[in-house]
């Protein structure tokens, strides 16, 4: 089934507001297996009729959002109208509830809202819980031309959300019919890029029968899509975890941060992190997770030399003879948190995040990173030349990454 | 000029990948006076040729994101050299920083990256420096139809970004022709809300001449852009800074972090940062800013209590008796922190970022802030009742702000 989304509001193309009602319903049709074909966005006024038109000559289902209000530029009702060539009415009932939502609320009603109560002829009134303007389903063929059926759906999304579950989705299953819905699995995997799943996986994975695939990379981690049956993406999966099971860290949507805290908290285990080029970074992606306080007690930002000796014992000895970036140092801060904290594993990074400071021997985007745990300490050092907050991304990615790692997840 | 964005990515139809590029761009076209006419979204593969031929009949500059990467799904190169009937031929200078670009991070280039350095026959290649994919431009009428400029522009926001302001903005600027741009200035406000500039300014705004107003709310921020000429976004200014000065930030783009960096040096101060329930994103923040390790060298992640005790010297007693969320407790890890870090400024929060942990009396989003210096401390108690992400970036902008105040700036 072929399903579009019209989003109008000039406000979305400003970028004033950020579309999100794009992606919110994508999300749900996901859920049953529906996709969009296509997303647009016009501006409030004329532009409406002419997208829906092409649109409604391009797939089997057109969602619009927005420009159901009151005022002058609301105009979807109208260029419906015009599309499917037939007239608005007034509807009874919905003149009613809209009456009803001022008196409840004992507002007076502008004479401009008296057009929120006119829909199409024929078509279906999608009742409103949460605002004044309903919705309007004009199933295939309503007047005549064309064969897709168009939801006229409010622009809040408190107003839009219930509306969708319970008037659009069932609408939308039926028009699909069951054997129309197919499943979708996302494994996010960390610290193996698109490329490498190109060069060595792509084309056995094009060999499975009924299964599309995608990626969605970003920075230090990539997300495979599989969408097909239930044997086909087992069967990718399968193939994704023999080549990369290493790197896959999720199947169900959790990030990195959250799938550490979740295997702390499963093993009885506490971290601590001891951060001089993330800044807090580390400390704050995992206090982004509820629960996080049971695991996380300790963080320690030492951006300075003194930092370091003074907050976590690093000797001024080994800053001197190595300096602060320096695998040496990133062992005794990550032994020194660990001391200092209690915790059963402690993480540390050193790096030098630029733009300034760096040197030929330690160039910027150096960083030594530290894990310990009550087995001993083992250090790392890499490069990762990128802008600054790139850097500092890149590498708590690397130390969350240890951390899952050293939690055997 | 009627311009239309063409972002591709199934991702982005199923949901899973919020369209920030859309808003990204309007924001940017809006702060030169330009305006994107049509945006739409299509999935990777076939759908970005038929899209990309409708919109270059239907304007005069089309923009698209997406699709340059290295693996079979990434065929915008190879969808807009068909709308244009032109071919793709390997670029020296584009393969060449391509190479560069893994040497440099001891990598070894795949042979799918090779496409990358594939351009249109008498495009412009954008560089990018953030990765692997340049950015082509193809100019009105290169293959002898349609008459619209196309960009093709990488799909990571880190590439984008600086292209679209380096190598972007310029040629469309050349193309509108000067008499099109006007003249733009942000005025960054924290701690009021749009709803205040709507009750307060909108009708004397309103009232000045050649003057555009637009607003973008963030989370504790509100950015007023002013479209006009030098004298009416002067007069706007006025008003604006007459009305709600002591929350004007900056006039300059900078954010409140950077604010606050350049302050404390230029005051040549020192601040340290003690975070429970933020856990790390205050420091994170103000690490975010190049030159912050001149400014700040101490930063503290006390997220259980034994931690406040312990490395700040929060008193058992205090806990105790007014429980960690309390202004008695943010007090002391303020003085703590000042102390132990020698610090000119120290601040701190203690809260209950949810969605566990509140009660009656401390319900979740409750925040005591503390603020330090040789002169004494001052506490704050607040509540704000959000989800737990946006209770923490809240909390973090209230604690910026305070230090802002603090340095008089």
């Given at each position: 089934?072929?399903?579009?989304?019209?989003?109008?509001?000039?406000?979305?193309?400003?970028?004033?507001?950020?579309?999100?009602?794009?992606?919110?319903?994508?999300?749900?049709?996901?859920?049953?297996?529906?996709?969009?074909?296509?997303?647009?966005?016009?501006?409030?006024g004329?532009?409406i009729?002419?997208?829906?038109?092409?649109?409604?000559?391009?797939?089997?289902?057109?969602i619009?959002?927005?420009?159901?209000?009151?005022?002058?530029?609301?105009?979807?009702?109208e260029?419906?109208?015009?599309?499917?060539?037939?007239?608005?009415?007034?509807?009874?009932?919905?003149?009613?509830?809209?009456?009803?939502?001022?008196?409840?609320?004992?507002?007076?009603?502008?004479?401009?809202?008296?057009?929120?109560?006119?829909?199409?002829?024929?078509?279906?009134?999608?009742?409103?819980?949460?605002?004044?303007?309903?919705?309007?389903?004009?199933?295939p063929?309503?007047?005549?031309?064309?064969?897709?059926?168009?939801?006229?759906?409010?622009?809040?999304?408190?107003?839009?959300?219930?509306?969708?579950?319970?008037?659009?989705?069932?609408?939308?299953?039926?028009?699909?019919?069951?054997?129309?819905?197919?499943?979708?699995?996302?494994?996010?995997?960390?610290?193996?890029?698109?490329?490498?799943?190109?060069?060595?996986?792509?084309?056995?994975?094009?060999?499975?029968?009924?299964?599309?695939?995608?990626?969605?990379?970003?920075?230090?981690?990539?997300?495979?899509?599989?969408?097909?049956?239930?044997?086909?993406?087992?069967?990718?999966?399968?193939?994704?975890?023999?080549?990369?099971?290493?790197?896959?860290?999720?199947?169900?949507?959790?990030?990195?941060?959250?799938?550490?805290?979740?295997?702390?908290?499963?093993?009885?285990?506490?971290l601590?992190?001891?951060?001089?080029?993330t800044?807090?970074l580390?400390?704050?992606?995992?206090?982004?997770?509820a629960?996080?306080?049971?695991?996380?007690?300790?963080?320690f930002v030492?951006?300075?030399?003194?930092?370091?000796?003074q907050?976590?014992?690093?000797?001024?000895?080994?800053?001197?003879?190595?300096?602060?970036?320096?695998?040496?140092?990133?062992?005794e801060m990550?032994?020194?948190?660990?001391?200092?904290?209690?915790?059963?594993?402690?993480?540390?990074?050193?790096?030098?995040?630029?733009?300034?400071?760096?040197?030929?021997?330690?160039?910027?985007?150096?960083?030594?990173?530290?894990?310990?745990?009550?087995?001993?300490?083992?250090?790392?050092?890499?490069?990762?030349?990128?802008?600054?907050?790139?850097?500092?991304?890149?590498?708590?990615?690397?130390?969350?990454?240890?951390?899952?790692?050293?939690?055997?997840?």
């Open positions: 089934m072929r399903i579009e989304i019209l989003n109008t509001g000039t406000e979305l193309l400003l970028g004033s507001t950020a579309n999100t009602h794009g992606t919110w319903i994508g999300q749900q049709l996901v859920k049953w297996g529906l996709r969009v074909q296509r997303q647009m966005t016009v501006p409030d004329v532009a009729e002419e997208a829906l038109r092409e649109a409604s000559n391009r797939c089997d289902v057109v619009v959002t927005g420009g159901l209000g009151p005022t002058s530029d609301d105009i979807t009702r260029a419906t109208a015009k599309v499917l060539g037939v007239e608005l009415i007034e509807d009874e009932a919905a003149l009613r509830s809209l009456k009803d939502f001022f008196a409840k609320r004992s507002r007076v009603m502008a004479d401009s809202n008296l057009k929120q109560a006119e829909v199409l002829v024929g078509s279906d009134v999608l009742p409103n819980k949460n605002g004044t303007a309903p919705g309007i389903y004009a199933p063929r309503l007047g005549g031309e064309p064969t897709c059926g168009i939801f006229l759906l409010p622009g809040p999304p408190r107003e839009l959300y219930p509306m969708f579950h319970d008037e659009v989705l069932p609408r939308l299953k039926a028009l699909a019919g069951v054997e129309n819905i197919s499943q979708v699995k996302e494994l996010k995997f960390v610290g193996i890029g698109e490329s490498d799943f190109h060069e060595s996986l792509d084309e056995a994975l094009a060999q499975i029968a009924d299964l599309e695939i995608g990626y969605c990379a970003r920075l230090g981690e990539v997300d495979l899509r599989l969408i097909g049956t239930e044997e086909s993406i087992a069967a990718g999966r399968q193939l994704a975890d023999d080549n990369f099971g290493e790197f896959l860290v999720s199947d169900d949507g959790r990030n990195l941060e959250t799938i550490v805290v979740h295997a702390l908290t499963k093993a009885g285990k506490r601590s992190t001891v951060e001089s080029c800044g807090g580390i400390a704050n992606r995992i206090t982004d997770v629960g996080s306080s049971e695991v996380f007690t300790h963080g030492t951006y300075s030399n003194a930092a370091k000796s907050l976590i014992g690093v000797s001024e000895e080994t800053l001197r003879v190595h300096g602060a970036v320096s695998e040496e140092v990133a062992h990550a032994a020194g948190a660990l001391c200092e904290s209690g915790a059963d594993i402690a993480v540390s990074v050193t790096g030098i995040a630029g733009p300034g400071g760096g040197n030929e021997e330690k160039p910027v985007g150096t960083v030594c990173i530290g894990l310990a745990t009550k087995a001993g300490v083992k250090t790392f050092k890499e490069i990762h030349p990128r802008n600054r907050l790139d850097f500092k991304r890149q590498v708590s990615q690397r130390a969350l990454d240890l951390v899952r790692r050293e939690l055997g997840v």
